[in-house]
């Protein structure tokens, strides 16, 4: 086949060129733009459950902060703050990485990903916090537990909730349009 132009390259036929106008080697700050953030996220969820994290060294950051932002606060409510502090921080890392997973997985290429991207997310939200956990119990600074994993899904699975919600108003008004 020869090209428009009469050149005696041969041409692509019309679908030829479309499949690979699509694929990944002419646009792959799409992919990357999807996917890097989520790697990159749950890179550093998992570094997050090192001894660098522990209890002992994020006292060394919030301890300080709260008693600056509260001088005469008791040990006690201390200790329960930064408890709920490090909870937080659970729920919202997993909230994130699972926004970022929907992210990646509602807009994939691949048709059964991107109509699954719920469970998807969700299932990798589960694996990365039981191996998070897992991991944890093997340093002894770290404590892993199942609540911990449970917390984190929960974080996850509330957060997907939130974006199927947006999800579900975004298409009702633009229907109602």
């Excluded at 499949?19 to 990357?32: C, K």
């Excluded at 709920?84 to 929907?102: D, G, N, P």
């Excluded at 994939?108 to 991107?114: F, P, Q």
């Amino acid at each position: 086949m020869k090209d428009e132009r009469g050149a005696g390259r041969p041409s692509l036929p019309p679908s030829s060129f479309r499949l690979f106008t699509s694929s990944f080697v002419l646009r792959p700050s799409s992919f990357l733009s999807r996917y890097v953030p989520l790697v990159a996220w749950a890179g550093f969820v998992l570094f997050a459950s090192s001894a660098s994290f522990s209890a002992s060294n994020t006292s060394r950051i919030i301890r300080p902060l709260l008693l600056w932002l509260f001088p005469d606060i008791s040990e006690g409510s201390l200790e329960y703050v930064h408890f709920l502090v490090r909870k937080t921080a659970h729920f919202s890392e997993y909230a994130l990485l699972a926004l970022l997973a929907a992210r990646a997985f509602g807009t994939s290429r691949n048709e059964w990903l991107r109509r699954l991207w719920w469970p998807a997310a969700f299932a990798l939200v589960a694996c990365v916090a039981l191996t998070d956990e897992y991991h944890q119990s093997f340093l002894p600074s770290r404590t892993g537990t199942i609540y911990d994993s449970l917390l984190d899904m929960t974080g996850g699975a509330f957060a997907l909730a939130c974006a199927a919600l947006w999800l579900w108003l975004k298409r009702r008004k633009a229907s109602a349009d």
